[in-house]
C-alpha cells in the first residue's frame, strides 16, 4: 500500500544521516571543539535507556499491566537521584583506572581477577543477545506493519529468507556503523565522541515522534485530554485498565519491578557504557540527574493517552503496534513514517551501544586472557598487536549482532516485547550486588561474588529463561505447569512453591537472594589477596581521596621494555605519548610503569594489563603491601586527626574550665588572708585599750577612786566586747565548717520575738531608741533552735537601733505569714542601705561606712560578724534572711522568712539539722 | 559549578529527595492514590505523573539552585 522505497528510503537515509553526524562529532572531537562536552548531551546519550520496547511495548503494556510501565522509568529516576552517592563513585574509579566495561569495573574490584571478568562477560552476553533480538524484531515488525496496513501482518520469519528480511540489512549497515565508529581507537576508554553524539541524536528522534503521535492522537482523533477520559471511562472493558488491580503482583510486584528497574540501569552494559565509560565530566552527573528524568517524564507523557486511545478505536489490534496504526487509521502517510523513524532510533541507538559494550566486554574480557595464555602470541614479538586487537573487536561486534539476528529469528514471536525486556533487565541485575556491595563494603571478596553471580544466573536462568524457552516451544510446557519431571515443587514460576507472585519478582527475590546470600556469606568467611584488598581500598575510599596514590612498583625494568610493550599492543603513537622521551637503557621510575599499566589496561581490561605488566618487570612487580599500608595509614591519618581535633577541644574546654577553678581559689585565698587580717585588727582594739586602761591602773597609785572605778569598768566592758567577739568568731567558724551543732524542735516564733523585744527593751531604751511591734498572728509555729533564733532575732533588733536615725531613732518589729512562711521583720528608720550594698552586709566584717560628724560614735560598734551568722543560722534551719527598704520607717528592713511548721506534732522531729 | 564535597548539607538534602522520591513511587501510597477519578478511571497514573514531576523539580532547583544561607556550615 504504501509506497516500499519511500519507507526504505527513509529508513536508510536516516541511518546514513547518523553517519553523518557520528563523522561530524568525530571530527570535531580531533579539532578539540568536542561536540559532547555538555551536560546536556550527556543526558540525551543516556535516554539510550528508552529502546524500542519503550517506544512500542510501554502502549502495549499499558492494555495489560495498567500503570505498572512507568516504574521501569521510575527506577532510573531513584538511580539518577542517587547519582552523587552511587553513580558519581563510579565515574570517578573508572577514569582513575581507566575501566572500560562493567565486567572490566568489577573484575577490577575484585583483584582484577580474569575469571570474575569472563564470567560477566559471558552472563551479559547471554542475558543481552535476546534484548538486541528484540530491537531487531521490533523494526521488522514496525515495517510490516507499516506495509501491509490495514491488512493484519503475516509474518513468519522462520520461513523467510533471511535477506527479505529488513532487520538483516539494518543489522549489517549498524555493524559497520559500530566498527566505524566504536573501535576507532584501541583505547576503549577514550570516548567515542562521533557515537555518543549519534545516540544524542537518536534520543531527540525518538522523543519528538513519540510526542507527535501523542498529540496527534490526543488533540486530532480526540477533542483534547477531557474527551479521551471520558469516553474511555464510558467503555466498561477499560475501567479498570489503569487500577492497580491490573498490575501482576499487586502491591508486591509493583515495588519487586521498581527495584529490578533502578539495579538494571545501573547494570546493564549499555548504560554503564553511556553513563560511566563515556562520560566527559564528573560535573555532568549533576545536571544529567534531573534533566535525564525530565526526559522519561516527557517520553512517558503520552503513554496512556494512546493506549486508551488504541483500545478505544483499535479494537482487536496488537497493543504493540498502536503507534503506528493509530497515525495509519486516519490514512496519514507522513506521521506513521515518522513514527517508524522514531521506532528505528530507538532501536539503532540501543544496539549500537550496547554493542560496543559487548563487544569491548568479549575481547578485552573472554579473547585477551586466552590469547595472552597462549605461548604463540602472548609475549613473543609479534610485531604490532594493534591490528590483531581491533580485529578481534571487530569480529566480535559483528558476531554479537549476528547472534542477536538468529534469536530474533529463531525465537520468533514466543515472547512479546515487554517480556524479553524485563527477562534481560533480571540478568543484568545479577552485577548489582558485586557491583554496589563492592563500592561501599571493603570485605567483599572475589570468591563470593564469583559463586554469587553463578548462583544468582543459574537461578535467573531456571526461572525466567527457561521457561521463556518453553513458552516458544523450546521445551515442552508441562515444565512450566508441573515442573521438571512432574516435580511441582520445581516449578519454575513458583520454585519451592512460593506462589501468587509475579514472574519477574518472584525470580528476583530467588537470584538476587541467592547471589547476594553467597557474596556475603563467602566474604564472610573467606580471605582476600592482597591486590584485592589494595583495590577494595581504592574502590571503596574513591570519593574520600582527591587522586589515588599511584601504584607502588619495586620491580626493575627499563623503558626500551616498556617501549616494546606498548608498541606491541598500543602502537608507538601511543607509546611515545605515554612515555615522554627519555633513553630507552634508563631504568623505568615506578609512575611511569604505573602508568603503562594503565593506558594497557583503557585497551585490554586491567586483567590482561597486570598481566602484561608482570611480563616485563622484574622482582618482585607490584608491593602491594606498600600501597596497601599508604591506603590504610591515609585513613588512618585522617581518623587520627579527626580524633586529635576532638582531644584538643576537649583540652582547651577543659584549660578553660581550670582556669575558671584557679581564679575563685585566688579570690577565696584572698578572702581568707583579709578575714585573718580583719580578725587581727578586730581583736587587738578591745585588746588594746584593756591594755592601755590596766597599765593606767597600775602606774597611776594615786588616782582617784571614781576615776578608777571608771577605768576599770571600761576594762570589764572591753572583756566583754572581746569574748562576745571570740564567741561569734568560734560560730562563724563552726557555721562554716558545718559543725554548728543546733537543736530544732517546734517552737512559737510569735512568743520568740515577744521574748526578743522584751530582752533589747531596756538597752534600747537606754539609747533613746523607740520601739514598736506589730505582731500580727496569734501563734506562728516554726522549727527551729530556739537559743540561735532568739541570738538571731536580739541581733536584728540591736543592729537596728544602731542605724536608726540619730535623732528620734526607732525601731520596728513586724511578723506575719507569707503563704506557707513566717516572715519577721525588723526596720528602722534610719538611712537605709544602698541596693549595692545589701548583699554586701552579710559579709563578714562588713561594716556600713559610718557617717561623718562623729554622731554616732557613742554608740557600741559592732563586729560585723552578726548579720552573716544570723544568715548562716537561718539558712540551716531552711530559712532565709534578707535586705529591703523599709515599708513604714524608711530606713532599711531585714527580713528573716522561716517555713511553718507542719500542723501536727510530727514536726518535732525537726528538720535534722545539726 | 560549585565542587558538592563542600557542602554537607547539600549531600543530606539530596539523600532525603531520594528517599521522599522512594516512598512516594512505593506501595503504600501508591495503594492510596489508586482510586478513582469522576470519569471512572484511576487517578494512579495521574498521581505518579505529578509526584514525578514534582521530584524532578525539587531536584532541578536543589542541584542547579545558587547557594542559599545555610549552604555552608
Redesign the interface.
Known amino acids: 500500500m504504501r509506497n516500499e522505497a519511500v519507507i526504505l528510503g527513509a529508513a536508510f537515509g536516516y541511518l546514513a544521516l547518523l553517519f553523518v553526524i557520528a563523522a561530524w562529532g568525530d571530527r570535531r572531537a580531533s579539532q578539540g571543539r568536542s561536540l559532547i562536552g555538555s551536560p546536556t548531551v550527556y543526558a540525551l546519550s543516556i535516554a539510550v535507556y528508552c529502546t524500542a520496547w519503550t517506544f512500542y511495548g510501554s502502549v502495549g503494556r499499558v492494555t495489560t499491566q495498567g500503570a505498572s510501565f512507568l516504574l521501569i522509568y521510575l527506577g532510573p529516576t531513584l538511580a539518577m537521584l542517587s547519582a552523587p552517592f552511587i553513580l558519581r563513585k563510579m565515574v570517578r574509579i573508572a577514569a582513575d583506572q581507566r575501566l572500560t566495561s562493567i565486567a572490566d569495573f568489577i573484575s577490577a574490584r575484585y583483584g582484577k581477577s580474569r575469571m570474575l571478568g569472563a564470567l560477566v562477560a559471558l552472563i551479559a552476553l547471554v542475558g543481552i543477545t535476546p534484548y538486541i533480538a528484540l530491537q531487531l524484531k521490533a523494526i521488522t515488525l514496525s515495517h510490516a506493519v507499516l506495509v501491509s496496513y490495514p491488512n493484519p501482518i503475516e509474518l513468519q520469519l522462520a520461513e523467510e529468507r533471511f535477506w527479505v528480511d529488513k532487520s538483516f540489512w539494518v543489522a549489517l549497515v549498524l555493524a559497520v556503523f559500530i566498527i566505524l565508529f566504536g573501535t576507532r581507537h584501541l583505547d576503549a576508554s577514550e570516548r567515542h565522541e562521533g557515537m555518543v553524539a549519534a545516540i544524542a541524536f537518536e534520543s531527540l528522534v525518538k522523543l519528538v515522534a513519540f510526542l507527535a503521535v501523542g498529540v496527534f492522537t490526543v488533540f486530532m482523533l480526540f477533542n483534547g485530554l477531557g474527551d479521551l477520559f471520558a469516553q474511555a471511562g464510558d467503555d466498561p472493558r477499560l475501567r479498570q485498565a489503569l487500577d492497580l488491580s491490573a498490575v501482576e503482583g499487586g502491591a508486591l510486584g509493583w515495588s519487586g519491578l521498581l527495584l529490578l528497574a533502578f539495579l538494571a540501569f545501573l547494570t546493564l552494559p549499555r548504560q554503564f557504557q553511556v553513563l560511566v565509560v563515556e562520560n566527559v565530566d564528573e560535573r555532568h552527573l549533576t545536571r544529567a540527574s534531573w534533566l535525564f528524568p525530565l526526559y522519561l517524564l516527557a517520553i512517558n507523557l503520552f503513554v496512556i493517552p494512546i493506549a486508551l486511545a488504541g483500545m478505544l478505536l483499535m479494537e482487536g489490534g496488537d497493543p504493540d503496534s498502536f503507534v503506528l496504526t493509530l497515525p495509519l487509521s486516519a490514512g496519514l502517510e507522513g506521521l506513521p513514517l515518522l513514527v517508524f523513524i522514531g521506532g528505528l532510533s530507538a532501536a539503532t541507538g540501543m544496539v549500537i551501544v550496547e554493542t560496543i559494550a559487548l563487544s569491548t566486554m568479549v575481547s578485552n574480557q573472554l579473547v585477551m586472557p586466552l590469547l595472552l595464555r597462549s605461548p604463540r602470541l602472548g609475549l613473543e614479538s609479534r610485531g604490532e598487536l594493534r591490528g590483531w586487537l581491533l580485529g578481534i573487536r571487530r569480529v566480535a561486534i559483528v558476531l554479537i549482532l549476528l547472534l542477536g539476528y538468529l534469536y530474533h529469528a529463531l525465537l520468533g514471536d514466543a515472547y512479546s516485547l515487554v517480556t524479553i525486556g524485563l527477562v534481560s533487565f533480571a540478568a543484568a541485575a545479577q552485577f548489582a550486588p558485586a557491583l554496589l556491595l563492592g563500592l561501599y563494603w571493603r570485605g567483599a571478596n572475589r570468591r563470593g561474588a564469583i559463586i554469587g553471580l553463578l548462583l544468582g544466573f543459574v537461578a535467573w536462568a531456571y526461572t525466567l529463561l527457561l521457561p521463556g524457552f518453553a513458552q516458544s516451544g523450546w521445551l515442552p510446557s508441562s515444565f512450566i505447569d508441573q515442573g521438571p519431571w512432574g516435580l511441582a515443587w520445581l516449578r519454575p514460576y513458583a520454585l519451592l512453591g512460593l506462589e501468587g507472585w509475579d514472574i519477574y519478582t518472584h525470580s528476583l527475590f530467588w537470584s538476587l537472594g541467592l547471589n547476594l546470600a553467597a557474596l556475603v556469606g563467602f566474604s564472610l568467611f573467606g580471605r582476600q589477596s592482597r591486590l584485592e584488598q589494595t583495590q577494595a581500598a581504592l574502590f571503596t575510599g574513591a570519593l574520600r581521596r582527591d587522586a589515588m596514590p599511584a601504584s607502588l612498583w619495586q620491580g626493575q625494568t627499563s623503558r626500551g621494555e616498556l617501549r616494546d610493550l606498548l608498541t606491541r599492543y598500543l602502537g608507538a603513537k601511543v607509546a611515545t605519548r605515554v612515555l615522554e622521551g627519555g633513553r630507552d637503557d634508563q631504568p623505568a621510575p615506578p609512575a611511569l610503569i604505573a602508568r603503562t599499566e594503565r593506558a594497557l589496561a583503557g585497551a585490554l581490561g586491567s586483567a590482561s594489563a597486570r598481566v602484561l605488566i608482570n611480563s616485563v618487570v622484574r622482582g618482585e612487580a607490584l608491593d602491594l603491601e606498600a600501597v596497601l599500608r599508604i591506603l590504610d595509614t591515609t585513613s588512618q591519618t585522617l581518623e587520627y586527626n579527626r580524633r586529635l581535633k576532638q582531644k584538643s577541644e576537649e583540652l582547651a574546654r577543659i584549660g578553660e574550665e581550670l582556669r575558671a577553678a584557679n581564679e575563685r581559689l585566688r579570690e577565696l585565698d584572698r578572702l581568707k588572708d583579709e578575714f585573718v587580717a580583719m580578725v587581727s585588727h578586730e581583736l587587738r582594739t578591745p585588746l588594746t585599750s584593756i591594755r592601755a586602761f590596766a597599765e593606767i591602773l597600775r602606774d597611776g597609785k594615786d588616782l582617784p577612786d571614781a576615776k578608777r572605778e571608771q577605768f576599770l569598768e571600761v576594762v570589764v566592758q572591753e572583756s566583754q566586747r572581746l569574748s562576745r567577739l571570740i564567741e561569734e568568731i568560734l560560730d562563724l567558724a563552726r557555721l562554716e565548717s558545718g559543725r554548728l551543732t543546733l537543736n530544732p524542735q517546734r517552737l512559737d516564733l510569735a512568743v520568740l520575738a515577744r521574748h526578743g523585744l522584751a530582752a533589747v527593751e531596756r538597752l534600747q531604751a537606754e539609747r533613746g531608741v523607740t520601739l514598736e511591734s506589730a505582731i500580727e498572728v496569734e501563734e506562728a509555729w516554726v522549727v527551729g533552735d530556739p537559743d540561735r533564733l532568739a541570738q538571731v532575732i536580739i541581733n536584728l533588733l540591736d543592729n537596728a537601733g544602731k542605724f536608726a536615725d540619730d535623732d528620734r531613732p526607732r525601731v520596728r518589729l513586724t511578723l506575719s505569714r507569707h503563704k506557707a512562711h513566717y516572715r519577721l521583720a525588723v526596720e528602722d528608720n534610719g538611712p537605709g542601705i544602698a541596693e549595692d550594698e545589701r548583699e554586701r552586709v552579710f559579709e563578714k566584717f562588713h561594716q556600713i561606712k559610718q557617717q561623718q560628724g562623729g554622731k554616732r560614735r557613742h554608740r557600741p560598734k559592732g563586729s560585723g560578724l552578726g548579720l552573716p551568722i544570723s544568715r548562716g543560722i537561718v539558712a540551716h534551719l531552711g530559712g532565709r534572711l534578707w535586705v529591703e527598704p523599709a515599708p513604714t520607717l524608711g530606713g532599711a528592713s531585714l527580713i528573716m522568712e522561716l517555713p511553718a511548721a507542719p500542723e501536727s506534732g510530727e514536726g518535732e522531729e525537726g528538720t535534722g539539722e545539726g | ?1 560549585r565542587e ?2 563542600k557542602r554537607p548539607r547539600h ?1 543530606e538534602r ?2 532525603a ?2 528517599l521522599l ?2 516512598a512516594l ?3 503504600p501510597l ?2 492510596i492514590a ?1 482510586r478513582s ?6 487517578a ?2 495521574l498521581y ?2 505529578l509526584v ?2 514534582l ?2 523539580g525539587l ?2 532547583w536543589l ?2 539552585g545558587t547557594p542559599r544561607e545555610g549552604d555552608k556550615e
Open positions: 559549578m558538592p564535597d549531600q539530596l539523600l529527595l531520594l522520591a522512594l513511587f512505593s506501595p501508591v495503594i489508586d477519578l469522576p470519569s471512572g478511571l484511576s494512579l497514573p505518579l505523573l514525578w514531576a521530584v524532578i531536584a532541578a542541584l542547579e
